[in-house]
């Protein structure tokens, strides 16, 4: 299971709409890694003028991959973060995340770390199976 779902959301839920803040806290107390990790990277981005900031540092363990993962491949945790921090996120190999700015994604760089060709150009034997 991706998310520690608490009763009292799990019922907002069923009756209708939650508000995101409620998912995001969820996001974060399920996620915590990937929660701090994406944070970081955000508050890092907001004190420069780099075009984007990226974690090149593997996990500690399976389980920060995990969550990482997760976090990552949901559409729904994606877009909540990126809405919540203000950022565009972007994802190589199993665990090169980068935070840009929203309006980077029509530009060049978020298009070149977003190709196929940086996807092959950051392979290595150890991301095999991650």
């Known amino acids: ?14 009756h209708g709409d939650i ?3 409620d998912f995001v806290h969820t996001v974060r107390t399920s996620l915590p890694y990937a929660y701090d990790l994406i944070a970081s990277l955000a508050t890092e981005l907001k004190g420069t003028t780099a075009e984007f900031t990226d974690n090149r540092t593997p996990p500690p363990s399976e389980r ?27 994802f190589q190999n199993c665990h090169r995340v980068a935070a840009f700015r929203p309006a980077a ?3 060049e760089t978020y298009g070149r770390f977003t190709s196929v060709r940086s996807q092959v150009l950051n392979q290595s034997p150890e991301f095999r199976d991650c």
């Not at 299971?1 to 069923?14: F, G």
């Not at 920060?64 to 950022?87: N, Y």
Request: proline share 2%; net charge negative; glycine share 6%.
């Open 1 to 14: 299971m991706s998310l520690d779902v608490s009763p009292q959301l799990l019922a907002e839920a069923e």
């Open 19 to 21: 508000r995101e803040e």
């Open 64 to 90: 920060e991959r995990g969550q990482l993962l997760r976090a990552l491949a949901s559409d729904a945790i994606r877009t909540s973060l990126e809405r919540h921090f203000g950022i565009a996120l972007a």
């Open 105 to 107: 994604r029509d530009g």
